[in-house]
């Protein structure tokens, strides 16, 4: 591994032998900020938009006196902003960044011991295999995941953005971007419903997501949920395995 820090020889009080350790850094500040900031807004857009889509009974009085569903879509509209300046930041990032800021925009299909990994870590994930590999930055399955969910973020952006247009009208600046989604979908129905159930889609990859890095952080003796905060990863010496 490159760029790692041997803790080798290390005793604790009682005068046992410490483990030997290495840690590499890989995930730079910005990818770290974007990736808290986008689970934030992640998860304001995954609320707001449920009852957006489902909304609360209506409150007594005057309407004028009540914007509780108003709070709620500009809640969602400002996530969404948060997400797409992102989503095109961290595009960015992956052109300036380290090569680990690149892996998840591109995937070595034709390297057939990349393959051979996917299916290995899914039968790792099922506890079908013992032995974890480790690997400095995104496991092959993990690599894959995030590049479908960057695409399926991709989408959401564009969906929800088509949506709004109708709001702001064909004269808007939304509009102009993307209202050529509705020449895909004529009735904005439809993009309602792909864009909601992209949401339940971006659920379930959350679900998934963190099950994952706990189980990482458990039972492979290499340190994931830890590194997005301090950006390096922990690594146990492979001789303890």
Do not use: C
């Amino acid at each position: 591994m490159s760029q790692t820090t041997g803790l080798q020889g290390v005793s604790d009080a009682a005068g046992q032998r410490a483990a030997p350790l290495q840690t590499v850094y890989v995930y730079e500040a910005p990818v770290r900020l974007w990736h808290w900031t986008n689970a934030l807004a992640i998860l304001v857009l995954a609320t707001t938009g449920y009852f957006i889509a489902s909304p609360l009974p209506s409150t007594p009085g005057e309407a004028s006196a009540n914007f509780l569903m108003g709070y709620i879509r500009f809640a969602h509209f400002a996530a969404a902003y948060v997400v797409a300046a992102g989503l095109l930041l961290r595009i960015y990032w992956a052109f300036v960044g380290n090569v680990y800021a690149k892996q998840i925009f591109r995937l070595p299909l034709w390297d057939r011991q990349w393959v051979s990994g996917v299916f290995y870590e899914l039968a790792w994930y099922m506890f079908l295999v013992k032995k974890p590999r480790k690997y400095v930055g995104h496991n092959p399955l993990a690599h894959f995941s995030m590049f479908f969910f960057m695409l399926l973020l991709f989408f959401m952006v564009v969906t929800g953005f088509a949506l709004y247009s109708e709001g702001a009208g064909r004269d808007s600046l939304s509009y102009r971007l993307f209202g050529w989604v509705f020449a895909i979908w004529p009735n904005s129905q439809d993009v309602h419903t792909w864009h909601h159930l992209g949401m339940w889609g971006v659920a379930i990859f959350i679900v998934i997501h963190v099950y994952a890095a706990m189980r990482e952080d458990i039972m492979s003796r290499q340190s994931l949920i830890s590194s997005m905060v301090s950006g390096e990863r922990l690594f146990r010496d492979q001789s303890e395995d």
